[in-house]
């Protein structure tokens, strides 16, 4: 594929995730729908799904193939990606058959493939999620009660992690990691990473990505985590984009710190650290 082709593959592939809420839509309705026309004040209520359906139909398809056209930025997990993406074909297929079967009035078939494709549809979503804002997207901030009935539930990074009295213990693991989690991670963590770059591990987030390395050991200002992290929040180079939680300044003075002392895994006390 040419640079000009692939570069218009990647530009129609950012329309999915508007294209993907409109089957979303369509099949939450038609289920909707579907119930209200088993009480007999509402028993008119499913007279145009057929209409609805065709339209699903073709935003399925749709949402479906400008998802393949993202899948081929590489910014994703390859494992999730796959799952996903054969998800979401498999939604356009059930959604096909679906409509085939109401089209042919076979109305306890077109029901029963209504209901699996539904089903495909929530695991295809979840994958979705997963992939954009990390596995414990659905569970990260789930009540105690709940949470250790739903899988991947670790609770949320520390906002505030500590930045005093860890002598030799893990200055990246406890200080600059739940920072890095929970401000970087849904772009750049294991489910998916933009420009080639992870910030889930010291030995990733050394290595960089695309444009190379991302800080400069003892060297903060040089360093294009903490200039990209400086930017106006309307600049288009800015980190976090705009919209996503951003660091809080004293997020931003640990970082800086850190990067300053050398980005060392372990070190001495980081009382020095405290804004």
């Given at each position: ?47 145009s799904n ?171 200002s ?14 288009e ?15 931003l ?23």
């Amino acid at each position: 594929m040419s640079g000009g082709s692939h570069d218009l593959v990647l530009f129609l592939g950012r329309f999915h995730p508007l294209l993907v809420h409109l089957p979303i839509g369509g099949l939450v309705l038609l289920g909707l729908l579907e119930l209200l026309a088993k009480l007999p004040r509402f028993k008119d209520a499913a007279q145009s799904n057929r209409l609805i359906l065709a339209l699903t139909v073709a935003a399925s398809v749709a949402a479906a193939l400008f998802g393949w056209m993202l899948s081929q930025s590489g910014d994703y997990d390859p494992a999730l990606l796959q799952w996903h993406k054969w998800a979401g074909f498999g939604v356009a297929g059930t959604c096909t058959v679906t409509f085939l079967l109401s089209w042919a009035g076979r109305p306890r078939a077109y029901r029963l493939s209504l209901l699996a494709t539904l089903a495909v549809l929530v695991v295809a979503s979840h994958l979705g999620a997963s992939m954009t804002h990390g596995r414990d997207f659905l569970t990260r901030y789930a009540p105690a009660p709940l949470r250790w009935l739903l899988p991947g539930s670790g609770g949320a990074p520390t906002a505030h992690p500590p930045t005093h009295g860890l002598t030799q213990r893990g200055v990246f693991a406890e200080v600059i990691q739940p920072i890095l989690l929970q401000r970087c991670s849904a772009c750049h963590g294991p489910e998916k990473q933009k420009a080639d770059l992870r910030v889930d591990s010291l030995e990733a987030l050394l290595k960089g990505g695309k444009s190379g390395p991302v800080l400069v050991p003892g060297q903060a200002s040089d360093s294009r985590m903490i200039q990209r992290l400086l930017l106006p929040l309307n600049d288009e180079d800015h980190m976090p984009p705009e919209g996503k939680p951003q660091p809080t300044p004293a997020e931003l003075t640990v970082l800086a710190w850190w990067i300053d002392r050398g980005a060392p895994a372990d070190g001495p006390s980081a009382a020095g650290a405290r804004p």
